[in-house]
């Protein structure tokens, strides 16, 4: 059982170019979410989706784009990298959203 | 807008010491609260889930405690042991389908002298 799988684990981009981070759960959750977190900030929500074609915005929407198109895979696409978009990224899983969350390992992202 | 609170930011003890670290949060309209842990570089690891009618949860050596009318919960970790050394995070999920998702706060970074 793998439980919420995170590629890459690390990337580099520069400024302006784009990319997506995948997120796939095999645990059949209905509500996944996005975090980033930066130092002395904790973790604060980029966009969640509470199941197959339903998202929305969390805290620190701009500059990031979701869509859920399956239960088990929601990707993170960065549309035009910023430095400011420099962070750890991390994707979560929940089976309803009212119960215990999962994690997955991290996205160490860098934007020169 | 829901806010966590950690305190205190960072933790020095020695071995054997039991410790407490603490969280609060400004709206008691919680479902839940979960306490991670974090190793530096690496993902969070769930340590304890308290739901909102639920006063504590034990895990072996930890406990944790939640007074949602007073917006505090406490995780006890008794006989510390240089292997706890990480950070511990506190999580609130809200009680409406939009607001599910979980509200952090920054963290205690412990450190567990040998």
């Known amino acids: 059982n793998a439980g919420v799988t995170q590629t890459p684990k690390f990337q580099v981009l520069k400024t302006g170019q784009s990319m997506t981070l995948q997120c796939a759960q095999d645990?059949?959750?209905?509500?996944m979410s996005w975090y980033r977190q930066d130092p002395g900030m904790g973790l604060r929500l980029i966009h969640y989706s509470v199941g197959a074609g339903i998202t929305d915005q969390g805290e620190v929407p701009n500059g990031y784009n979701v869509s859920r198109s399956t239960t088990e895979d929601f990707p993170l696409r960065l549309l035009s990298a910023a430095p400011s978009q420099t962070s750890v990224y991390f994707c979560?899983?929940?089976?309803?959203?009212?119960?215990?969350?999962?994690f997955g390992s991290g996205t160490r992202l860098t934007v020169v | 807008k829901q806010e966590v609170t950690q305190i205190p930011a960072a933790l020095s003890v020695p071995e054997g010491e039991n410790l407490v670290l603490n969280c609060s949060f400004t709206d008691s309209a919680i479902y839940n609260l979960q306490w991670f842990r974090q190793d530096p570089g690496k993902g969070l690891t769930s340590l304890l889930l308290i739901q909102s009618s639920q006063r504590e949860q034990t895990s072996g050596r930890l406990n944790a405690s939640l007074d949602k009318s007073s917006g505090r919960s406490t995780l006890y970790i008794a006989a510390s042991q240089p292997g706890d050394s990480a950070t511990y995070l506190c999580?609130?999920?809200?009680?409406?389908?939009?607001?599910?998702?979980?509200?952090f706060g920054s963290g205690t970074r412990l450190q567990v002298q040998p």
């Open positions: 645990m059949n959750h209905e509500y």
């Open positions: 979560a899983s929940s089976f309803t959203g009212l119960g215990g969350y999962t």
């Open positions: 999580a609130v999920s809200g009680t409406d389908t939009g607001r599910r998702a979980l509200t």
